[in-house]
């Protein structure tokens, strides 16, 4: 007579790191389930970066049209039905998920590291596009960072195109990254990263998630989700800003998603937008909850008001963020934060070759093109 065993299905499943770096999660090894609450997951990942001001950190995942989510901590893997219908195996990526206002009063030095590691990604990737003078700027202190003082023997002619900090990089850029990490001498790796991101912190685009959405006439528009509020942006401009305290009611129906917005008269103003699609536009609505709670809410309002938020979806819809709030975060870690002795442990940039030198030939077609 046959025994039937049920077999346990091994989960695998790799964590893309700030770093670049991978994380694997297996059942084997961290007894990861497709049963196992997002929480879990989350607290696998933040006790391996080491993170104690976990909050403004999250998983993101794409399904198979693309589309990005944040992994909810309060469902378990399963639940996660855009997920699971893509592996296995399985990818989440580690990132920034709330950016603080003001990065450089984050507690820990390492918490400003992954910050610097998502900042710097974003340049790279064109989502924080900047001036060409401040680009440079950014990439001469990741440049300080990362291989510390300006020294000629060391750093021959061409060594900063061995790495990649904007898009579409050009020689001229690398031209000007070399001769401003020169000036930049004297800052560890810890202090070239906080002026950084000091810098970084006022481009109009730190921090924005961009979602696409229909305005009248069916007219292209992103909305931005920022600290301070939601923006509104057509043909790259920005047209509309409404900041969190003043928006009342955020509310979704099929592909429709509404803001209600109090003006400085108290008059209550409705702004309706279309989303590409229905799961578009609930992902929309929650991040949009998630992102009012977290940055907005007086600790002693935010479970009400959240409650209140998660009745404007509809189809039965609730979203409650249940993490702490930036206000929260800011009193409850004042006393424990920064840990004495924490080490930051750095991992280098990915290299490429060095960019050819230009040669003679290459100076004359110039200017032939030229002329």
Not at 10 to 26: G, H, I, N, P, S
Not at 108 to 124: A, G, M, N, S
Not at 204 to 228: A, C, I, Q, R, W
Request: charged share 25%; net charge neutral; aromatic share 12%.
């Amino acid at each position: 007579m046959s025994c039937f065993c049920a077999v346990q299905e091994e989960f695998y499943c790799e964590v893309l790191l700030l770093d670049e770096t991978k994380l694997a999660l297996t059942t084997q090894q961290q007894g990861i389930k497709k049963s196992t609450k997002g929480s879990v997951v989350l607290d696998v990942v933040f006790s391996h970066v080491n993170l104690a001001e976990t909050d403004y950190f999250g998983l993101r995942y794409c399904d198979r049209s693309h589309q990005t989510y944040w992994l909810d901590s309060s469902k378990t893997l399963a639940e996660h039905k855009d997920l699971i219908t893509t592996g296995p195996p399985y990818t989440l990526y580690f990132g920034v998920k709330f950016y603080a206002e003001d990065p450089c009063k984050l507690k820990e030095e390492i918490t400003r590291y992954q910050f610097f590691l998502q900042v710097k990604q974003d340049v790279l990737q064109g989502r924080l596009p900047c001036p060409f003078d401040t680009g440079a700027q950014l990439a001469a202190l990741a440049m300080q960072a990362e291989l510390g003082d300006y020294d000629p023997y060391k750093h021959l002619s061409g060594y900063v195109s061995e790495y990649r900090f904007v898009p579409d990089q050009k020689k001229d850029l690398e031209d000007a990254v070399e001769q401003i990490h020169k000036t930049v001498t004297g800052q560890v790796p810890a202090e070239a990263e906080l002026n950084y991101l000091a810098i970084a912190k006022a481009l109009e685009m730190y921090g924005v998630d961009l979602h696409p959405v229909f305005g009248e006439s069916h007219s292209e528009y992103f909305l931005g989700l920022t600290p301070v509020g939601v923006v509104v942006y057509k043909n790259k401009t920005q047209v509309g800003k409404y900041f969190w305290p003043r928006i009342t009611k955020v509310y979704f129906k099929e592909t429709q998603f509404e803001l209600r917005v109090v003006g400085k008269d108290c008059n209550e103003t409705s702004f309706v937008f279309e989303s590409p699609s229905k799961t578009a536009c609930k992902n929309l609505w929650k991040c949009c909850v998630e992102h009012h709670t977290f940055f907005r809410m007086p600790e002693n309002d935010s479970n009400s008001l959240t409650r209140k938020l998660s009745k404007f979806g509809s189809l039965g819809s609730k979203h409650r963020y249940s993490g702490k709030t930036a206000v929260q975060m800011g009193r409850d870690q004042a006393a424990s934060l920064p840990r004495p002795d924490l080490q930051v442990v750095r991992t280098r940039s990915k290299t490429y070759p060095k960019r050819a030198p230009q040669t003679a030939a290459d100076f004359s077609s110039d200017i032939l093109v030229s002329n």
